[in-house]
């Protein structure tokens, strides 16, 4: 049945075809390493966010169809806020032996699991792996994870909830990371931070105003911002404040594509414009 949904080419209707197959709620296979459409492997926990790699061989498929369709041979990808390594593995293909992707995961028990995929998918030549968060300043903060939810979910911020378990976290900018490490350029700063991604902006001034500026696709966590006192506009304004005049949704996602006026061409060469609207 795994094999049938995992050549189901579409990605609507891939839940109701898994409710009709019957597996919709089949036992995840802890410890199991599963393919996945990409022909990456990772392996499987007893966490609900890994379902869909279980079932459909993917993770977040509009984005990494996006991502697909924007990032090139040799570019330089920043992938703030790893997770289980799934896009940084992503980003080692599409970069190539030319190219290099920064994965930033704070949280050492998730930092681990990006570890192994990297090794498990031999991409750690290509890959950096960084077990810091970035900020708008150095030093360290604190990060959520949840016992009622997945690991995916680790938030700076305690969403209100009873079964938040602190992790205290070495952090630096953006910026200072450029410097030191010598990056001479940035071209896709992926974000995905549950409600931190504006310290990630202020602390990535120089690099976001530069000419060679990166494009950025961040998620906008409504829930996450609430709880710390943000709206969607914050964001929105530090990125015109930026240059980034033009903004996307990722359809039915809460991730955006960010860009300036230079950049659009690449953004609509990347055909990928059916998953994205002007927002």
């Not at 392996?43 to 169809?65: C, I, K, N, T, W």
């Not at 930092?111 to 708008?136: F, H, M, Q």
């Not at 998620?219 to 710390?228: P, S």
Request: net charge positive.
């Amino acid at each position: 049945m795994r094999l049938v949904l995992h050549r189901y080419p579409w990605i609507r209707g891939r839940g109701a075809l898994a409710r009709l197959l019957g597996v919709a709620r089949l036992e995840l296979p802890a410890g199991e390493v599963v393919r996945s459409r990409y022909g990456t492997r990772f392996r499987v926990m007893g966490d609900e966010m890994y379902r869909e790699l279980v079932l459909f061989g993917e993770y977040e498929p509009r984005q990494s169809a996006l991502y697909c369709g924007l990032v090139r041979a040799g570019d330089v990808v920043f992938d703030v806020g790893a997770n289980f390594g799934w896009f940084a593995t992503l980003f080692a293909g599409l970069v190539g032996p030319t190219g290099r992707v920064h994965a930033f995961e704070p949280v050492p028990a998730i930092a681990a699991l990006t570890e192994e995929a990297l090794e498990l998918n031999r991409c750690a030549d290509r890959v950096d792996l960084w077990r810091v968060g970035l900020g708008s300043s150095r030093g360290h903060f604190t990060v959520y994870t949840f016992d009622g939810l997945p690991h995916g979910h680790a938030s700076a911020t305690k969403l209100g909830r009873p079964d938040a378990r602190p992790h205290r976290c070495d952090l630096t900018t953006l910026d200072d990371h450029v410097r030191e490490r010598g990056v001479r350029r940035v071209d896709l700063l992926k974000m995905d931070v549950e409600g931190h991604e504006l310290e990630v902006l202020r602390g990535a001034r120089d690099t976001l105003s530069g000419p060679d500026a990166p494009l950025i696709v961040l998620e906008m966590n409504q829930d996450c911002m609430r709880d710390r006192g943000l709206r969607a506009d914050d964001l929105r304004s530090t990125l015109r404040d930026l240059g980034y005049t033009h903004l996307w949704r990722v359809r039915r996602t809460d991730d955006y594509l960010a860009a300036k006026p230079h950049q659009e061409g690449r953004v609509r060469r990347a055909r990928r414009g059916h998953l994205l609207v002007r927002a």
